[in-house]
């Protein structure tokens, strides 16, 4: 096996098992995370991101599906499950993540996966906000007797 991909899978393991003792020897003090639009810097912001997403969830388990290593990066195609605890549902997504390794350690993140129906799965319900409802809501309202005629 590969040394970036053993690095990688150990990152996968210690998301796994929630055991953030080896963290600082694994991830790189510059680190980046780009996921969800936004980006987390450092170490510490990446470990708060894991126990957060673990006390939300039990079970959850990040498995890489396949690797491929091109220079210093790592694409993997990933699958993450777990059981939502505010409703006790079950959910699995699929994704990828992208790995760049810097001084044999976990310099650079981006991840992209399918949340929207992780939260579906998870019996989350999505309510639009504001900017997208109000102008709908007014369109309807205008229009809404129009279409009860059709």
């Known amino acids: 096996m590969n040394d970036l991909v053993k690095i ?14 080896e963290f600082d020897e694994l991830v790189h003090p510059e680190f980046e995370r780009y996921a969800d639009g936004k980006t987390q810097k450092g ?18 388990t990040v498995t890489g599906v396949e690797d491929i290593v091109a220079g210093d990066r790592v694409i993997t ?13 079950p959910w699995k997504v699929n994704g ?14 981006w991840v992209e996966v ?13 309510v ?14 205008k229009y809404g007797a129009l279409l009860k005629e059709i």
């Open 77 to 89: 195609r990933i699958e993450v499950s777990g059981v939502f605890n505010l409703t006790n549902k």
């Open 128 to 141: 639009p906000t504001a900017k997208v409802a109000l102008p709908f809501l007014k369109n309807f309202r």
């Open 8 to 21: 990688t899978n150990k990152y996968k393991e210690i998301c796994t098992t929630g055991n953030l003792d």
């Open 43 to 60: 170490v510490q912001e990446l470990k708060e991101i894991i126990v957060l997403a673990r006390e939300l969830n039990s079970n959850l």
């Open 114 to 126: 399918d949340a929207l129906s992780g939260s579906s799965q998870a019996g989350m319900a999505l």
């Open 96 to 109: 990828v993540a992208i790995y760049q390794i810097k001084e044999n350690k976990l310099y650079r993140q």
